[in-house]
Every structure is written in C-alpha cells, then in structure tokens.
C-alpha cells in the first residue's frame, strides 16, 4: 500500500538520510514547523513504514573490510527454503537479492581477505554455481532514493 507524502514529509526524509542524528529544532527550522510537528510526522512516517530505522555510515576499509564483491548465485527453486536461512545467518553478506537472469541470487559481501571470500564461495557452491565480481572502486556509493522528479 502506497502511502501519501507531501512535500515537507520529503524534506523531512532528505534531512534524515543526509544526517539520521540531526535534532528535531533543526530540521523544524528547517521545514518552518514547530518540533512537536516535526516529530509527529516523522512518527507517522516510522508507523507507515515509509522510515524504517536509522542507521550509522561506517567505513568499511577501517573496519579491515578491504575485499567488496558481488556473487551471482544460480539457486534452484526447491532449494530456497534451505538456502534463505542460510544466507541470513551470513555476517559477511552486506545484501542478498532475488533477480532475474541466468543467476537466481546477487549477494553483496564485505571480507577482510580474498582467502575468506573463497571460502565463503566454495561454502556457497553447495547450492549452486556462481559467477563473482570483485570491486576495484566504488564510483557511486549507496545513497538514498529519489524523493521527487527532480532528482532523477
């Protein structure tokens, strides 16, 4: 179910996505609300699931997260339900999405070394075959998503 937002809601989400810890007075300034407002609407946006939590951006590299890559698994349908589980479990997988194409799944995952992604590849090759795709440079990192025509 789609939900309606206006204009000062979209501002409301930029402000947020830019800085989840910005304050209330802030982004109240901001919009020319008052912050009782201002937080009954990010409230409704939270109930409407439109905002689903908030988030701090860690930089990876400093972590010792050095290897990035994207696998292309080919899962068979009948293993799905062996497979989502364990996939959940996965700490090093970033992402994991069911597509269309030749491959069934592309799982974005973060290693410290290219010895942990193999094993995770080879762990992962017990459902099916994969295609893998290590990245040398992110020239777009994840952002959010356009609030209005403009920004497409």
């Known amino acids: 179910m789609r939900h309606e937002i206006d204009h000062i809601d ?3 989400i930029k402000l947020l996505h830019n800085n989840a810890r ?9 919009v020319f609300l008052s ?11 939270e109930q409407a699931g439109i905002i689903m939590g908030y988030t701090a951006k860690v930089n990876p590299a400093e972590l010792g997260y050095h290897i990035k ?13 062996e497979f989502y589980p364990y996939i959940k479990k996965c700490n090093n997988v970033v992402e ?10 592309l799982i974005e ?15 992962l090759q017990t459902f099916g075959s994969t ?3 290590i990245v040398f440079s992110t020239s777009v990192e994840h952002r959010g998503i356009p609030m209005s ?3 497409i």
């Open 96 to 105: 994991c999405n069911c597509v269309t194409g030749e491959y069934a799944m």
């Open 22 to 30: 910005i304050p209330l007075k802030s982004i109240a300034n901001q």
């Open 10 to 12: 979209e501002q409301i």
């Open 35 to 45: 912050s009782p407002a201002v937080s009954a609407r990010i409230e409704r946006l």
């Open 69 to 81: 890559a994207f696998i292309n698994l080919e899962v068979n349908p009948d293993q799905k339900k």
């Open 131 to 133: 295609k893998t795709q």
């Open 109 to 123: 995952v973060m290693f410290k070394s290219t010895e942990e992604l193999d094993h995770f590849i080879g762990d």
């Open 149 to 151: 025509e403009d920004e």
